[in-house]
């Protein structure tokens, strides 16, 4: 008895266009997203940072003496997410926690000295990953006002 032939493959034009991967933004957002991290690892790998941690550093860098509840909801990261990273990062050297004097529950993170000289070390981050995407800095602002927007609908519904 010869083998059965494999089911034929759908081509495109049998499929409806709503479900053709290449038209979902869901996985031009993902894959754009592996693909940004993948450019991000090496350049943080010589910082000693993970990307989530250069996240916390841009936010440190931005805002010391930030409550964690307030970080966690400018990078959009829950408590469960935030304080182990937050732990680490203190072992390390770059910042450290301390409870609030008027509230015991709040607990604020400040940048140490270790952490204030990584910040110039991080400085050349940014113009690495505009160079590599190929985009024109406008092109870059304008993405990311996209993104912010997009975001900021969807957290919305």
Known sequence: ????????????????????????????????????????K?????????YPQYLVMLVVWQSDGLSVSAMGERLFLDSGTLTPLLKRM???????????PDDERRVHVFITEQGTQLKSRAASVPSCVVEQSGCSIPEVRALTRQMQQLRSRLTRS
Not at 42 to 50: H, I, V
Not at 90 to 100: F, T, Y
Request: charged share 15%.
């Open 1 to 40: 008895m010869a083998p059965k032939a494999p089911p034929p493959k759908p081509t495109d034009q049998h499929i409806n266009p709503a479900l053709l991967l290449d038209n979902q933004l869901c996985f031009a957002l993902y894959s754009t997203s592996l693909a940004m991290t993948k450019l991000y």
């Open 42 to 50: 090496p350049l943080l790998e010589a910082l000693g940072l993970t």
């Open 90 to 100: 203190e072992h390390a050297g770059l910042l450290r926690r301390q409870r609030s």
